[in-house]
């Protein structure tokens, strides 16, 4: 082969990957659904168990720790046997409650401070077992706050302005089944730090399968208000939770607090959203950011340090940017104090 030819071939190789790989970086076809899936795989952990090898201690990622006692499961009311998988996901900094679209908010609106939250769900051959549960799970939180007493929420699926949501309610009856495991300072939805111990965990009992928060209202002894966001630059669709619906989100994000309010109602006349009406606390310190995924291209803005104040109204502008940049302004919410 003459040493023009290979140089024109290699040549023709070298364009050939270039330009796929630029043609996954500009997907025209990517969307903010594809990014919180992307999120959701990443946030995912999976272990294989046996019933057999029961009881057993799982360690998540980020040290949640969940005890399966034998005969927790049942499939149809009847004793679960053999392998089974275990699904969980934790979310224990703001960053991970942004990238995975999530929020800390009470089915009224009024933020919740997290101190950390998850999901959980066992199947067996791709079938989920029964959510109600025939013994606790015992859950270990870490959380080195100082606050020594929190409060578990269920989350789930909400309409709102015809839209599903991602909210938390009250932590339902039978989310327990009556024993509480030695050494758990739990009663009904309330869970108490073991001072004594010094413990940097909060542990806690579930009897049933699902999302649930430990976290508590952050404070609105200053009264509550509705706050305003207009959003200029580029125009878009206000988005429901992970993107299931349009494209634009915002957030505000509490200084110092694990704090994530997602605000999507809608202003009249101009394309923004408002928090819910009058459930904002007045004096709170936090940053909104808005951001947009849509045809492969990205969008944000911030405004740091925001203090909430009666009736506030700001405008955010969104410019075109990457993804990495978005995920690098998400990882700056951990640090934000």
Not at 61 to 87: A, V
């Amino acid at each position: 082969m003459k040493p023009t030819h290979f140089l024109l071939m290699a040549f023709a190789v070298i364009l050939f990957v270039s330009c796929n790989n630029d043609n996954d970086r500009t997907n025209k076809h990517y969307s903010a659904k594809d990014f919180f899936a992307e999120a959701v795989k990443k946030s995912s952990q999976t272990v294989e168990l046996n019933t057999s090898d029961l009881p057993q201690t799982v360690t998540l990622r980020g040290g949640t720790k969940i005890t399966i006692k034998e005969g927790t499961f049942t499939k149809k009311g009847t004793p679960l046997s053999g392998d089974f998988t275990l699904e969980a996901r934790e979310f224990l900094k703001p960053s991970d409650i942004v990238l995975n679209g999530l929020n800390t908010l009470y089915r009224d609106g009024s933020p919740l401070i997290s101190d950390g939250f998850l999901y959980l769900n066992v199947s067996q051959d791709g079938v989920p077992v029964d959510q109600i549960l025939a013994k606790n799970l015992l859950v270990e939180i870490p959380n080195d706050d100082t606050r020594y007493q929190t409060q578990l929420w269920e989350g789930g699926k909400d309409t709102v302005d015809n839209r599903e949501q991602f909210t938390w309610d009250d932590f339902p009856a039978d989310a327990l089944n009556g024993d509480i495991d030695q050494g758990v300072l739990q009663e009904g939805n309330w869970v108490w730090r073991d001072q004594k111990q010094g413990s940097a965990s909060f542990a806690f009992n579930l009897g049933k399968l699902g999302w649930y928060n430990c976290d508590v209202f952050w404070d609105s002894s200053n009264g509550k208000t509705t706050i305003y966001v207009k959003l200029t630059g580029y125009v878009g669709e206000l988005a429901s939770y992970q993107g299931y619906f349009g494209d634009t989100f915002v957030f505000f994000c509490g200084k110092s607090d694990n704090v994530v309010a997602q605000l999507y109602t809608p202003l009249q006349g101009v394309f923004g959203v408002q928090s819910y009406e009058n459930s904002m606390p007045v004096g709170k310190i936090g940053k909104i950011i808005a951001f947009a995924i849509k045809e492969g291209k990205f969008y944000f803005a911030v405004k740091d340090n925001v203090t909430i104040e009666a009736d506030l109204s700001l405008e955010l502008d969104l410019k075109e940017t990457t993804k990495e940049e978005i995920q690098t302004e998400f990882a700056k919410l951990d640090n934000f104090k």
